[in-house]
């Protein structure tokens, strides 16, 4: 069945570093969706990439879609102290079924 | 703004007995998610409803695990017996649609805790 990995599992930063977090599926993807959770609160949607090699920005935030819908990332430059969270992809494929990485766990030093 | 509700936030329940989660989610949004949560790991899914029908209960534990949706609207989850491996958060989220790939709103969560 479908795979979604998320890769670091957990990302230690310095504020106003930059650092990227990845996602991989092992099956080609309809669409993907990035969350994040913080610390005791529940999943929030930040973005939803469908076309290859798609790119949206939100402020600080870079999302990418590769160009074989298999795989994306996430890019954010000068950490602040409120991007501590987890951070979630979930890929959705052909058959409509919605799956959720292990997240990458980010902590941020000021 | 709207949000999906949850109850209770927190249960405490022996092992095999009977426990029951309740979501009320966003008004308008035709679709629900039941989702479990182990710490440490992302959401897995339990259930999904596209109004009052399951589309998806594939991963449900339907031995001891059962949900509803019976007018389309809230949603009850239950677990009986409960064993030690429930403890976790499960996650209630709706979306307009499920087959459209909109966003889903979380809830709150509850918490279980078996004993």
């Known amino acids: 069945g479908q795979q979604v990995m998320q890769i670091p599992q957990y990302q230690h930063v310095q504020e106003g570093e930059d650092f990227t977090t990845y996602c991989n599926s092992s099956t080609t993807l309809s669409n993907i969706q990035w969350y994040k959770q913080r610390p005791g609160g529940h999943p929030v949607f930040l973005i939803q990439?469908?076309?290859?090699?798609e790119v949206k920005k939100q402020k600080r935030l870079t999302f990418q879609f590769g160009e074989a819908k298999k795989n994306s990332s996430l890019h954010i430059t000068a950490t602040q102290t409120t991007d501590v969270g987890t951070y979630f992809c979930?890929?959705?494929?052909?058959?409509?079924?919605?799956?959720f990485g292990a997240g990458t766990q980010v902590v941020v030093t000021p | 703004e709207a949000e999906v509700a949850q109850s209770p936030r927190y249960k405490i329940t022996e092992k095999s007995q009977a426990v029951a989660f309740w979501c009320d989610p966003i008004s308008g949004h035709a679709t629900l998610y039941w989702y479990r949560q182990i710490l440490g790991q992302g959401p897995e899914l339990l259930v999904q409803f596209q109004d009052e029908s399951v589309v998806d209960d594939s991963q449900l534990p339907k031995d001891r695990f059962s949900a509803e949706r019976l007018k389309g609207v809230d949603s009850t989850l239950k677990i009986q017996p409960a064993e030690l491996g429930d403890s976790a958060m499960y996650l209630c989220?709706?979306?307009?649609?499920?087959?459209?790939?909109?966003?889903?709103?979380f809830g709150p969560g509850t918490r279980l805790t078996v004993t």
């Open positions: 990439l469908v076309k290859s090699g």
């Open positions: 979930a890929g959705k494929d052909s058959w409509g079924k919605l799956q």
């Open positions: 989220a709706s979306s307009l649609s499920g087959s459209l790939a909109y966003e889903q709103y």
